[in-house]
């Protein structure tokens, strides 16, 4: 969900005001997937390279994702949304983890749409806690079967389609094993611009493609 301080700048906001309006539009793409049928939604919420970023801005996202989690409740249950966190969670304030796990447990029987929201989450550090969680289960030599099983995925189908806003063509540590015959849609619209019909236009490119998954067809 690229491009939250772009579209600041571009107004001569704030670069967190990018963000707010940001969370404006999980909401109302996480409505549209439940209309349309999507069964599963995964949203890269904060990367582990987002630590990275200054501490001011790290504490306000922080603090944003706080009250979406405390203020989305209802959202969630009137549309059927079961919510899970997935990522190194544990580097994660305490407040904020109690307040994810009673969101994830409030939301456990809601079966329209599973929402995965990416919290300090990377593909390399994914497919590195679970080949050390294997090994120190004694487990091997490991299979693609015990990987999957292994990642914080784990029970989640792998991604159909991913969605890259506001102009940027890179994957950005994102799923990289899961990802691995997943189609790609970029478009230079920034998330907070990003609204139903930018969904139905990703959605029909999608349905337009022949998915070969390495075979000759």
Known sequence: MDGNGRWARSRGLERVRGHVEGVERVRDITEACVELGVKYLSL????????????EEVDYLMGLLMKSIEGE?????????????????????????????ALEDATEGNTRLTMAV????????DILQAANRLLAEGRGPLTMEDIDGALVTAGIPDPELVIRTSGEKRISNYMLWQTAYS??????????????????????????????FGKVK
């Open 73 to 101: 409740y209802e959202t969630m249950m009137r549309n059927g949304v079961r919510f899970r966190a997935l990522g190194n969670i544990g580097r994660l304030s305490p407040v904020l983890q109690d307040a994810i796990h």
């Open 183 to 212: 189609e790609f849609v970029f478009t230079d619209t920034l998330w907070p611009d990003f609204r139903k019909e930018n969904l139905l236009a990703a959605l029909e490119e999608y349905s337009s493609r022949d998915r070969r």
């Open 44 to 55: 890269y919420t904060f990367s582990e390279e987002n630590w990275n970023r200054p501490a």
């Open 118 to 125: 990416m919290m300090s989450y990377s593909g390399k550090w």
